[in-house]
């Protein structure tokens, strides 16, 4: 999903088709918005399993694999996980652990 990006998304993606076809696709939203790029998402998605993730994002070799593991046997709709600051992640100071959710750390200033 382009969302209205003002770099050269369509040029790296334009590229990735031509190494990969019919591997990728080239999708404009101009709404802004997490929300609009995801629902645009959802509406041409063409395959039978819809993973998200952002452009700030690097994903581990297997994780999409790893993500519909437990899809295949038709028991479960859906599947999130948890997701980890990097190795290199340092909290800036004044930054502390605040709770552990399903969804992995959740990082807040100390001073509320």
């Given at each position: 999903?382009?969302?209205?990006?003002?770099?050269?998304?369509?040029?790296?993606?334009?590229?990735?088709?031509?190494?990969?076809?019919?591997?990728?696709?080239?999708?404009?939203?101009?709404?802004?918005?997490?929300?609009?790029?995801?629902?645009?998402?959802?509406r041409e998605a063409r395959?039978?399993?819809?993973?998200?993730?952002?452009?700030?994002?690097?994903?581990?070799?297997?994780?999409?694999?790893s993500l519909?593991?437990?899809?295949?046997?038709?028991?479960?709709?859906?599947?999130?996980?948890?997701?980890?600051?990097?190795?290199?992640?340092?909290?800036?100071?004044?930054?502390?652990?605040?709770?552990?959710?399903?969804?992995?750390?959740?990082?807040?200033?100390?001073?509320?």
């Open positions: 999903m382009d969302n209205n990006s003002t770099d050269q998304t369509r040029e790296v993606v334009e590229g990735f088709q031509r190494r990969h076809p019919n591997r990728f696709r080239y999708v404009f939203e101009p709404r802004q918005g997490l929300s609009q790029a995801r629902n645009a998402g959802i395959g039978d399993v819809l993973a998200f993730m952002d452009d700030d994002v690097a994903v581990d070799a297997t994780w999409l694999q519909t593991a437990c899809l295949h046997d038709g028991t479960r709709a859906g599947v999130g996980g948890r997701i980890l600051p990097e190795q290199t992640f340092r909290r800036r100071p004044g930054w502390a652990w605040r709770t552990r959710t399903v969804w992995g750390p959740l990082f807040s200033p100390t001073s509320t």
